[in-house]
């Protein structure tokens, strides 16, 4: 005896509602993801700078290490959307060099704070500077379209012009020519 073909149907209804169900799960969980991604590393950067504000150098250079890895991994999940992998990219090298600038002063006071700062300060501020100024040629070469990320663009852009003047009296300061 054949069975309607609208029992077949009902029967095949809540399977396929159950493996929408998981698909849109799925989707949204990472969509959640690069979402949190991006609230993980925005988090690590303010840890970073409230690091700095208790003087601490050495806690802000690993929270910068860490939300410079966050933006590496941002920027592969970006990568089909240039202009997002771009501004990761962007947001790494600035992080990282920030990260080696926290490190520099963190040697310097561990050295004992005594100037002209030894050549391990100074080869640290000297690779913060030339990784920031790979950021500020990035960021600075392209336009910033509407979109979603612009606003994050125009902030890190200024943020790597800061820190183009921090890194330059750091340089100063510590004596390193």
Known sequence: MKRPASTHAAKLMPVLCLCCGMALVVVNVVAGQVIGNEAEMDRLRGNAEEAMANDDPEGAAMNMGRAALMAKLLAKSHHEDGSAARLFQSAE?????????????????????????????????????????????????????????????????????????????????????
């Not at 990282?96 to 640290?124: D, K, N, T």
């Not at 000297?126 to 994050?152: C, M, N, R």
Request: charged share 15%; glycine share 8%.
């Open 93 to 177: 090298t600035l992080f990282r060099s920030q990260e080696h600038g926290y490190r520099a002063m963190a040697l310097f006071r561990r050295a004992g704070g005594q100037l002209p700062a030894s050549s391990g300060v100074c080869g640290s501020l000297s690779l913060a500077h030339s990784i920031v100024y790979q950021t500020v040629s990035t960021l600075g070469q392209e336009d910033i379209a509407p979109g979603p990320f612009a606003a994050k663009t125009i902030q890190l852009r200024e943020a790597a012009t800061d820190w183009v003047i921090v890194i330059d009296s750091m340089i100063a300061d510590y004596q390193c020519q």
